[in-house]
């Protein structure tokens, strides 16, 4: 099967930059959204980072015009009904999502692929809202789209070798390495990545070392870009804490469950950068160790 038309559902921060890339890489890309203005914000926010692009030189005025056609503003899901694939990104939520997608069930050509973006929720779980279960599948992005170059493909347990194969090919003339995973609590990168975070938390509560030097430690000793808190933080705290606790429900492991002080944070509205402040205070605009709380 070949995939050309997309229906991209949900065209928030994740919905948009897949949109792009999917352009980018010449599919026709249909961007629905259930609020009209987000879909006109996300449209805008492609064309000014292509733009930005055509400014440095990196990308022709005619490729960024032949992307931008591709994009077609959607505020109806029977847009959806010739497309070859749909990838859904709205809000991280089982019913709406299985909604949605039975939805689009009724309204989509048999062979049309479903695919959820979801970062936590368990695939077969969504792929019953659809009768065809075989090409239900999960597709996670990460973020930012353009930028991150993996994309997870998540097996539910009646997902078919085709549905794999379609969606992997698609994915990878996106410009993203695909890799496969089954449908387990985290998949592989956010199950790996918040058991490294988790410890991280531990060591900071048992006091071997404080925020920044546990940062630097893995920065410069385990080459990570990123300490541990300091990615928490640029992901949302908030997100961090919904995660491990689907992590530790779906696993029923203490290890997975989120810390106290972590819950306090999020308790207190400090979500990371996005707030100002989170394991970090950013408010000077800079990254800063707070000195308003003790850890
Ligand atoms: N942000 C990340 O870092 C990240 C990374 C990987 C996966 N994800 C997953 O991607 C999904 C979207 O995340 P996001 O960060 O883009 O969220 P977002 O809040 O930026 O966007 C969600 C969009 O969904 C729209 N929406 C809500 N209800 C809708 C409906 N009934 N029909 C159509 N659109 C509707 C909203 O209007 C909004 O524009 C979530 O499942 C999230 O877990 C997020």
Redesign the pocket.
């Known amino acids: 099967m070949e995939v050309k038309k997309i229906f991209v ?9 897949i949109a792009q890339v999917g352009a980018q890489a010449g599919y026709e890309m249909h961007l ?4 009209p203005a ?1 879909v006109e914000k ?1 449209i805008a926010g492609i064309n000014k980072l292509l733009t930005k692009k055509v400014d440095k030189g990196s990308m022709t005025q005619e490729a960024l015009d032949e992307a931008m056609a591709l994009i077609k503003p959607s505020t109806s899901l029977d847009d959806a009904a010739d497309v070859d694939l749909v990838i ?5 939520n089982a019913d ?2 299985r ?2 997608f039975g939805k689009l069930d009724a309204i989509c050509k048999p062979e049309c692929i479903m695919a ?6 368990p695939i077969t779980s969504l792929a019953v809202a659809v009768k065809d279960q075989s090409r239900f599948i999960g597709m ?4 930012p789209v353009p930028v991150m170059r993996l994309c997870e493909l998540i097996r539910a347990i009646k997902t078919s070798d085709e549905t794999i194969a379609v969606v992997a090919e698609v994915a990878q003339k996106m410009g993203k390495t695909t890799v496969v995973a089954k449908d387990v609590p985290g998949f592989i990168v956010n199950r790996i990545n918040s058991a490294l975070r988790c410890e991280a938390y531990k060591c900071l509560l048992e006091g071997v070392a404080s925020i920044e030097d546990i940062d630097t430690a893995m920065k410069l000793g385990a080459n990570l870009p990123m300490g541990p808190f300091e990615l928490a933080d640029f ?2 705290l908030d ?1 961090n804490y919904n995660v491990l606790s689907q992590l530790y429900a779906g696993y029923k492991n203490p290890h997975f469950a989120p810390s106290l002080i972590l819950e306090k944070l999020v308790t207190a509205g400090d979500l990371g950068r996005k707030t100002g402040k989170g394991w970090y205070d950013y408010t000077s605009g800079e990254k800063k160790p707070r000195t308003d709380i003790k850890f």
């Not at 559902?9 to 930059?17: D, L, Y």
């Not at 629905?32 to 609020?35: G, K, R, S």
Request: proline fraction near 0%; hydrophobic fraction near 45%.
């Open positions: 559902v949900g065209a928030g921060f994740m919905g948009a930059g629905y959204d259930i609020a987000a996300g859904e990104a709205v809000y991280e709406l999502k909604d949605i959820t973006n979801t970062s936590s929720i996670h992005f990460f973020s992901v949302g997100v």
